[in-house]
């Protein structure tokens, strides 16, 4: 019975020290979405972050290939609205226009029944997260997505974009750090599947593809670098 009490103790002290942790890291880091304003200046700024990183040599580059902390695998035919999406023995060659004409495969046997829908669910929520890490900047112009202008505490102007459509988790923000060439360096997070808003992660490392434009080869979100692997960009 003793050593089930100081179990029991040790198990409530660790219980406890993480819920005053993460109360304490709540407050700390925790920041509303900051107040921006729509206009000329704003969409002045988004283009100057699209020239920055070559957005209309992006536009004309059909294939991009990448991974996702080498977990997820991904060659992604802009032109077709393809993807093809794999990750242990699991292959979806999503129809990015629509869905049920995806195919699946496993250990390379297609998939007529369940978990055939299973899968593209799956593949449908990785590549909305993991093509958006790696090509991001690149979609601040789509459909359904509003864009503010943030003058930050050192003065210097930050792009707000907010999507309200789309996607896996319509509603989220993101505030973009820009250098003065207005190269994007970071950006912080308003996001549904984080409960606290505003932590940042850096978009560095970036590399010049074969149709020039600039792709990310990792980030450092926190305690953690996101790997997108070999990157590849050409037509």
Do not use: C
């Amino acid at each position: 019975m003793n050593i089930l009490r100081k179990i029991l103790k040790l198990f409530i002290g660790i219980l406890l020290f993480l819920i005053i942790i993460s109360v304490a890291v709540y407050y700390v880091y925790n920041k509303p979405v900051p107040v921006g304003k729509q206009g000329p200046e704003a969409e002045a700024l988004a283009q100057k972050m699209l020239k920055a990183i070559n957005y209309s040599n992006y536009t004309k580059t059909r294939y991009l290939e990448w991974s996702f902390n080498n977990v997820h695998h991904y060659k992604w035919d802009k032109q077709e609205h393809q993807a093809d999406v794999k990750w242990d023995d699991n292959q979806v060659k999503l129809n990015l226009k629509n869905y049920g004409k995806s195919e699946v495969f496993i250990d390379g046997v297609k998939m007529h029944t369940e978990p055939r829908q299973e899968l593209i669910d799956k593949a449908v929520k990785y590549f909305n997260n993991d093509s958006f890490w790696l090509v991001a900047p690149f979609k601040i112009m789509d459909k359904g997505v509003e864009r503010k202008l943030v003058t930050l505490e050192n003065g210097k102007p930050a792009l707000l974009v907010t999507y309200t459509e789309g996607g896996t988790t319509p509603g989220d923000s993101y505030l973009w750090i820009l250098k003065d060439n207005g190269f994007p360096e970071s950006f912080k997070m308003w996001v549904k599947i984080i409960p606290i808003g505003g932590l940042q992660a850096s978009w560095d490392d970036w590399k010049v593809m074969e149709t020039t434009t600039y792709l990310p080869s990792k980030h450092k979100f926190l305690f953690f670098t996101i790997d997108m692997g070999d990157i590849k960009a050409y037509n």
